[in-house]
Nanobody, 117 residues
Framework: QVQLVESGGGLVQAGGSLRLSCAASGRLFLVNAMAWYRQGPLKQRELVARITRGGSTNYADSVKGRFTISRDTAKNTVYLQMNSLTPEDTAVYYC???????????WGQGTQVTVSS
């Protein structure tokens, strides 16, 4: 099993910044990718950013140039630096990790990000 603990969400004004963290623990013998997803009010969950085992990253078009995903491999932690936030970024942000040869994925409990106008 893998446990994910997210932190860093909160309330911020438009134009502000937040940094999310997700610490993973447990059976992490092969981490294929770590990612952030979000689910806004009345919206489907969507991929925000992903970083692979090799360090490649990809982002949703809506956050390119504003958000940066990074990781600390030694700490099994992934970060999401969010800049120039807008009310459209308001959502619950979920950490996701894909591990093992079977590509099992695990989810964090979510952290609320609210951007006021």
């Amino acid at each position: 099993q893998v446990q994910l603990v997210e932190s860093g969400g909160g309330l911020v004004q438009a134009g502000g910044s937040l940094r999310l963290s997700c610490a993973a623990s447990g059976r992490l013998f092969l981490v294929n990718a770590m990612a952030w997803y979000r689910q806004g009010p009345l919206k489907q969950r969507e991929l925000v950013a992903r970083i692979t085992r090799g360090g490649s990253t990809n982002y949703a078009d809506s956050v390119k140039g504003r958000f940066t995903i990074s990781r600390d491999t030694a700490k099994n932690t992934v970060y999401l630096q969010m800049n120039s936030l807008t009310p459209e970024d308001t959502a619950v942000y979920y950490c996701n990790v894909v591990v093992g040869v079977r590509l099992d994925d695990y989810w964090g409990q979510g952290t609320q990000v609210t951007v006021s106008s």
